[in-house]
């Protein structure tokens, strides 16, 4: 009898998007420097032949066939998407909300879809009033810029290797993770989409007691109207201190459920409780991560830099300081399709 081999890697996940980074970073502007240090690295085979199908070193994102378009072919930027989708809660609840394309009009129903009676002989059959409008859903792209020092990036040990992966990966997941849910978050036209809590339905948190915490939950229960399955978002330390207040049989399966309904944790969070029906959030995604790199470039070292820089702005030299920065862009759109579709509470615990 034949039987079939499958070669699996033991090294773990994102290893390749690190060593291609660190290949590049350590490249400088030689192509075939960063190859020749990809071949050191005799367990991904698919860092060279990405570096070798590069045409030039000229800067450009996944999707531009001169610069990187190569790690989309040799499984690199799906490496990096799984990556991100597994660091971040937008990634848990990707698979749960509405898939929609981006720039279609998608229909929602607006009204109540309900009806009917009992029909005696000879009565007519009653009509249900519902009705439907139509929504756009926007593109929008969200990035951040790591900066690394190329001593890091000279030292191939698995240390290394992670600090460049959870550095290029975590700051994005983060970043777009807080965006999602951060009810202060407001639609900018052609720029960024509201948080699906921005004009949600907001519970007072009453304390922190067992009564307290027990009716305030409740109360985040029945706020949100819509009849798909929950999904509650907080942070791991919130969980455990709801578990720990108000035991029984509510907390026993936490991290997994609360109230038999599915628990997200993440530090990710704000600091407060979310309660989402993730069928009612129509959620957009290119399905790809555009990664480009320089170490030459002049850059505001600030998370919320001048735009555009003016005559005082500090610019860092990264020749001048012997860094490597790599840039990382996703584009990705969300929109709360239903009122009463999600719920929020600010908690201090």
């Excluded at 490496?79 to 937008?90: M, N, P, V």
């Excluded at 810029?145 to 992670?162: F, G, M, N, T, Y």
């Excluded at 399966?253 to 990710?268: E, K, M, Q």
């Excluded at 002049?298 to 490597?324: E, I």
């Amino acid at each position: 009898m034949a039987y079939e081999t499958k070669t699996v890697s033991l090294l773990p996940a994102g290893t390749a998007l690190s060593r291609y980074c660190m290949a590049l970073g350590m490249g400088g502007e030689h192509l075939s420097d960063a190859v020749e240090i990809s071949r050191q690295w005799h367990t991904t085979p698919n860092v060279t032949a990405a570096l070798e199908a590069k045409s030039t070193i000229a800067a450009g994102t996944t999707t531009d066939a001169t610069w990187a378009a190569p790690i989309a072919s040799y499984g690199i930027a799906s490496e990096a998407l799984t990556l991100l989708r597994g660091a971040s809660i937008l990634g848990a609840l990707e698979p749960r909300m509405r898939r929609v394309p981006f720039r279609t009009k998608v229909p929602r129903e607006t009204g109540t879809g309900t009806g009917g009676a009992w029909i005696g002989q000879g009565l007519t059959t009653p009509m249900a009033k519902t009705a439907y409008d139509t929504v756009t859903q926007d593109v929008y792209k969200a990035g951040v810029i790591v900066a690394l020092s190329k001593e890091l990036l000279q030292l191939s040990d698995p240390a290394a290797e992670r600090a460049v992966r959870d550095t290029v990966v975590n700051g994005l997941a983060a970043y777009l993770d807080q965006q999602f849910l951060l009810p202060t978050v407001t639609l900018v036209a052609d720029l960024r989409p509201a948080a699906v809590t921005n004009g949600a339905t907001e519970v007072t948190s009453t304390g922190t007691s067992a009564a307290q915490i027990n009716a305030d939950l409740g109360a985040l229960l029945a706020a949100v109207t819509t009849p798909g399955q929950r999904t509650w978002i907080m942070r791991p330390g919130t969980a455990y201190r709801i578990a720990a207040t108000i035991g029984g049989t509510a907390a026993i399966d936490v991290p997994r459920t609360l109230f038999g309904i599915p628990l997200i944790l993440s530090a990710n969070s704000p600091a407060q409780i979310t309660l989402v029906d993730p069928g009612q959030i129509l959620y957009s995604d290119n399905d790809d991560v555009e990664l480009s790199r320089s170490g030459s470039a002049l850059l505001q070292m600030d998370s919320a830099p001048t735009d555009p820089p003016v005559a005082a702005t500090v610019m860092t030299s990264l020749f001048q300081l012997n860094l490597w920065a790599i840039r990382a862009i996703r584009w990705i759109a969300y929109l709360r399709a239903q009122a009463g579709s999600v719920a929020f509470m600010t908690v201090a615990y």
